[in-house]
């Protein structure tokens, strides 16, 4: 059976708060992502379908985001 946290890997970017800076506007203009804010940890979760957090993976990489 599957662990559940391979599942949340295929459909979330978890990334320092700062990394999108500047990007944020077009990232939600071309993808449908929901960007939750963790202040407590200072970091953003790009949450999406598996499909779509593939894409925004390498689009993230194309703009210079090192992607975990």
């Known amino acids: 059976m599957s662990h559940p946290d391979s599942f ?6 978890v990334l320092p708060a700062g990394a999108i800076d500047g990007l944020r506007e077009d990232l939600e203009a071309e ?10 940890e200072d ?11 593939s894409d ?8 210079g985001v090192s992607v975990p």
């Open 8 to 13: 949340r890997d295929s459909t979330q970017i």
């Open 43 to 53: 970091r953003v979760r790009l949450i999406g379908s598996p499909v779509v957090i």
């Open 31 to 40: 993808f449908t992502v929901t960007l939750a804010e963790d202040e407590d």
């Open 56 to 63: 925004v993976s390498g689009w993230l990489i194309r703009h």
